[in-house]
């Protein structure tokens, strides 16, 4: 049972990247999936979340208009898709899983979103 990150790397300012987070071992149906990030020397902050029940999004102002929450139930996987990004963005980015019903969370291991020229 985890959450697996992935899709972090280089880009250069302006850019996009798009970031997976998969479950296996349990669906996702019932959940609030969150995107987080912590950037050097700061605290873990919260960019967004979509919840599985009704595709609801919601992002930080920091984000909105530039990344987008989107979650394929087949692949049992969401998204983050990330556009226009700044050296302001870079951060290791993780996902978080909250379930609706019993109120289990789970943590995927973070991917590393380095934005630079």
């Known amino acids: 049972v985890q959450l697996q990150a992935s899709g972090g790397g280089l880009v250069q300012p302006g850019g996009s990247l798009r970031l997976s987070c998969a479950a296996s071992?349990?669906?996702?149906?019932?959940?609030?999936i969150g995107w987080f990030r912590q950037a050097p020397g700061k605290e873990r902050e919260g960019v967004g979340c979509?919840?599985?029940?009704?595709?609801?999004?919601y992002y930080v102002d920091s984000v909105k208009g530039r990344f987008t929450i989107s979650r394929d139930n087949a692949e049992n996987t969401v998204f983050l898709q990330m556009n226009s990004l700044t050296p302001e963005d870079t951060a290791v980015y993780y996902c978080n899983a909250i379930s609706l019903l019993t109120h289990r969370e789970y943590w995927g291991q973070g991917t590393l979103v380095t934005v630079s020229s």
């Open positions: 071992g349990f669906s996702l149906d019932y959940y609030v």
């Open positions: 979509i919840s599985s029940t009704d595709g609801s999004s």
